[in-house]
């Protein structure tokens, strides 16, 4: 394959295979979905991928940060319990 025409391949893969998740203006809630979905579906797939370090997985975090309400645990089962962070 010239490197040419490898260039167009590589131009309709992104074309067919790219998709848009989020937007600027995406709900809150809906940014924290997403990042949870994201996160969720990494540990799922190091979990069963072949020959792949398995550096990711463990107890999830999830903060939010906006303009107006500043750093907000979503989610938090880090080392603390559940009533010693803000937020809870």
Known sequence: MTPEAAGRLQ????????AT????????QDAVDLARYLVETTIGFVRFAVFVPKTVGGAVDI???TKHEGFRWVQCKGFRS???HPGS
């Open 11 to 18: 131009e309709e893969l992104v074309r067919d295979l790219y």
């Open 21 to 28: 998740l989020s937007v600027p203006a995406m709900p809150i």
């Open 63 to 65: 903060a939010a940060i």
């Open 82 to 84: 559940a009533g010693s």
